[in-house]
């Protein structure tokens, strides 16, 4: 017997800066999901040049929302104005952050190879 398990992506790309009326959007988008056990939520801040602290919110909030739902949320692509702010913030030891979104996906071997560097 074979057992799969599909995985169900729900991704965010989030585009310019993240400050409180950008906040609110996506805090709203997110709302919007139902979240179902073993979903993954990626946010791609490829788009994202700028983050202030009220774009901290909407994060930590589907953060929250998701692992109390079974979910996983991780971020992609983060730039370096944003990654100063969840650095600053001690944050990027809280979420899981990748450097590209292909990265997510790769095997957990390989994943340890890619944080090294």
């Known amino acids: 017997m074979t057992l799969t398990q599909e995985r169900q992506v729900i991704l965010f790309k989030p585009q310019g800066s993240i400050d409180l009326e950008s906040s609110t959007l996506l805090s709203e988008q ?4 139902k979240p179902h056990h073993h979903q993954l939520w990626v946010i791609d801040l ?3 040049d700028f983050m202030d602290s009220s774009g901290l919110v909407p994060l930590v909030n589907g953060l929250t929302a998701a692992r109390q739902s079974g979910c996983r949320l991780v971020l992609c692509n983060v730039n370096p104005p944003v990654k100063l702010i969840l650095e600053l913030t001690q944050l990027d030891s809280v979420f899981e952050i990748f450097p590209k979104y292909e990265d997510i ?13």
């Open 30 to 33: 997110m709302a919007e999901i």
């Open 46 to 48: 490829a788009e994202v």
């Open 105 to 117: 996906f790769a095997p957990a071997e390989d994943r340890q190879v890619l944080l090294a560097r």
